[in-house]
């Protein structure tokens, strides 16, 4: 059985987050496990989910999808 993948989608327009998804709803793996309308939303979410990727908006209000992205690899090393 193939593995599901768990992916969070981050960004500040609806329009985009619902053209990914509807681009990517063809592959039966994936699987949008929370939309963030905001970097700080999607780090809430992934600091008590586990997740396997992360689509992300690299110009948001507030935190960036740049400083998002350094935030996780920071908690998250391995």
């Not at 063809?26 to 780090?43: I, M, S, W």
């Amino acid at each position: 059985m193939d593995k599901e993948i768990k992916i969070v989608i981050a960004d500040d327009h609806q329009m985009f987050i619902d053209g990914v998804k509807s681009l990517l709803s063809k592959e039966k793996k994936l699987n949008f496990v929370h939309e963030a309308a905001n970097a700080e939303d999607a780090l809430s979410y992934i600091r008590k989910n586990e997740i396997d990727l992360l689509i992300t908006d690299m110009s948001m209000p507030g935190m960036s999808g740049t400083e998002l992205t350094k935030k996780i690899k920071q908690e998250f090393r391995k």
